[in-house]
């Protein structure tokens, strides 16, 4: 069975700071791994995947995250924060046969401070 | 090209009511998955409906119920409503097939419902 823990269900940072939002995976088999970024009132947006190949992926937004099976993570990060950053992110985890059931995590709501 | 599109955006109803929810993916999608976002357990997968067939279903009771037509568009349903139902729901698209489960899926803007 596949599972995602996001650590920090409230992050905050200064605007020009480094985003750092945790994201961590269990899966039995090789994962495929989404960061999606949720503004109010709206739907899910995908920000990046990761399914095979390169560790680190880049995303929309400045946004990139990098792939470390050793360690079953996938956090997200952005090198400068943007007022405009602000928002719910969601990780999600794809993975087994015959299945197109993503599992979130329950979501990290960023804050970025003037 | 239009997103995933879900009507109506915004619903009220009574406890013991049922309602019926909309969804149009973006044109050429043959996936729609739905999922309810609550803050209290966050998104939580309804099921995921391809050419038709209902092929994933998540933990929910049987009165969440929901079908696919010809043309892709899903409906979902929910008979007997209770408090606890309260949400938002969301839709999502995907131009995947079985096999590959790296496809992103593109999400319209929810429906949410409130229960009184």
């Known amino acids: 069975a596949q599972s995602v823990t996001q650590l920090g269900s409230h992050v905050s940072v200064s605007e020009g700071a480094l985003v750092l939002l945790r994201c961590n995976y269990s899966?039995?088999?090789?994962?495929?791994l989404f960061w999606y970024v949720q503004y109010p009132n709206q739907g899910l947006q995908l920000l990046l995947k990761?399914?095979?190949?390169?560790?680190l992926v880049k995303g929309i937004n400045g946004f990139e995250a990098e792939f470390k099976k050793s360690e079953t993570s996938f956090h997200l990060t952005k090198p400068s924060a943007h007022m405009s950053d602000a928002a719910e992110y969601f990780c999600a985890v794809s993975a087994g046969s015959g299945t197109y059931k993503y599992i979130f995590g329950t979501g990290t709501r960023l804050k970025v401070l003037a | 090209k239009a997103g995933v599109t879900q009507t109506p955006r915004y619903l009220i109803k009574t406890r013991g009511q049922q309602v019926t929810l909309s969804c149009s993916p973006i044109?050429?999608?043959?996936?729609v998955s739905w999922y309810q976002q609550t803050p209290g357990q966050g998104l939580q997968f309804l099921f995921e409906?391809?050419?038709?067939?209902?092929?994933n279903k998540g933990n929910f009771p049987g009165r969440f119920s929901g079908r696919q037509f010809s043309n892709s568009r899903s409906e979902m349903n929910v008979s007997t409503l209770e408090l606890g139902d309260s949400a938002l729901y969301l839709c999502?698209?995907?131009?995947?097939?079985?096999?590959?489960?790296?496809?992103?899926?593109?999400f319209g803007p929810g429906t949410r419902l409130t229960v009184l």
């Open positions: 899966s039995s088999v090789p994962p495929y």
């Open positions: 999502a698209s995907s131009h995947g097939t079985q096999s590959y489960l790296g496809n992103e899926q593109f």
């Open positions: 990761y399914t095979t190949g390169a560790t």
């Open positions: 044109s050429g999608h043959r996936s």
């Open positions: 409906y391809f050419s038709e067939t209902q092929r």
